[in-house]
Structure formats: structure tokens, C-alpha cells
């Protein structure tokens, strides 16, 4: 999955010679981790649905930018996912692999001078371990952003969704990137909508549920591809681009924080 953007300008972390990589550190450059999983996303999608979005997003954002030094890492590829491993196309990491190697990669980023990072996750099975990775690095003063792509257009996807209010699974959101980015690996001919399967009536199941055993839906499919098209898939796309590329420049701008910025409060 290595793409490139149109203009050929160079923001692969792996093809940057070692001057080119020490101009962007020196100018405060932004990396860009996208982090993802290999997993069933239905009949109708491939299995890179969770990684190819994120990374396409960092392309994208990366090579629209000019002003400020944006960098695409290699992706985490592989993520959080056991639940999947009932439908096949699942490769899974274990828990404290997955965070061990988000911390391994942020730690090697940091120590080459790039101390702006953004690991930017596009799989859910990952949002809480992705976070639980940064405030890991926290304590040991390094300081990734942990952003799952789909918490910057939270109201648009209720909004804009003709079926879906969130990102779902295989469903309206994720069929429509997929078909805006991809359309040659979507088959619309096998795409299916799936009852959920849940142990607590809709009341209580909007505050209590359980870790997710194999996929809750008959064909691992949560929410509605038939609702999908191009059109949408762009639209948030791009919406997404633009507030990621807000973030880029304001981190650009400003200095992460330090873990004791302001003193110790515990007695010497």
C-alpha cells in the first residue's frame, strides 16, 4: 500500500535521505503514524479498511501541506482486533503487543529529534489501547497525540448519514471512504446489513455492554452499506483532511508539554 502524492514530493518517513530528514527536524516537522488492522470488514470490503483510511488521510494531509514539514511513518499495520478472528481476513495482535509497539515506534520517533506525533488510528478496537499507549509515554516524557480519525467529524457523520450516525463497521461510513478512496476493492454485490446480536435491551445497552466476543453482527457488518456512495465517502474525506491539517500547523506551532512543567508537588 505505498502511494505517493501527485506533485512527487517526498513525505515518506522510509524514502528520505538522512539530510532530508534532518531539514524537516530541524524546521519542528509533524509525523504522522498511521495506525490501523487487518481485519473482516464484511463481504463487500477488503480487509485494509481500518489502516488504508488513516493512511490515505496522512498522504493526503501531508502532501496538501506546504508550509510545514508533515511526515508519513510507516504504518502500524497490524492492531487490537481477537473479536474479528470468527470471520476470515483477521490477523490480531495481543493487547499488550499492539500498545508495546506503538510505544516502541513513538519512543524511536522521538529519540530521532521529531517530537511532534500523531498516531492516527483508524480501527475501534484500538481507540482505548492507542490512548493507553500515550499516557504510557506520558510518564516517560514523550507525547504522541492519539487521534481516531473519526472523532473530527463526529456531528457531520450524524448529520450527513442517511442510516448511520457513526463510523460503523463495514456500513454506510466506512463503505462510502471506501468507495471514494478504493472503489476497485469494494463489491457492492455482496454487501449485506446485519442485526446486532447483544445480550442488553436498547435502554440499558446504551450504558452497559461487554468487551466484544466474535463480531456481534451474522456477517461482521455494524450498520448499513446500502446507504453508501462515492459522494459521501468524499465529502467527510475531505472535511477530514482540513481539520487534520489544522492540527498539523497548530502543533507545528507550539512546544509538547513536559511532565514536570510545573514542579513536583510530592515532598522531597
Known sequence: MLIRPENGRKILWQ???RSELLAAQEHRGVVIVPVGSVEQ??????PDVDISIPYHLAIETASRITDVPVIV???????FTHYNMGEIGTIT??????????????????ANGFHRIILLNGHGGNEQATWNAAMKLAEEDIWPVALT????VTDELKAWGDADAD???GGEWETSLQLALRPDLVDMSRAVKDDWRLKFGPEVGRYARFPERRREMEHGVMGDPFAASAEKGQRVFDLLVERLSALCREYHDIDPPRYMEFGSHCPR
Do not use: K
Open 15 to 17: 524514502e528520505m535521505l
Open 167 to 169: 463510523i460503523g463497521h
Open 149 to 152: 480519525y473519526w472523532t473530527m
Open 41 to 46: 470488514h464484511g463481504p463487500h470490503c477488503p
Open 73 to 79: 511513518a510507516p504504518p502500524v499495520t497490524y492492531g
Open 93 to 110: 495482535l495481543r493487547l499488550e503487543t499492539f500498545i508495546d509497539v506503538l510505544c516502541d515506534v513513538s519512543r524511536s520517533i522521538w
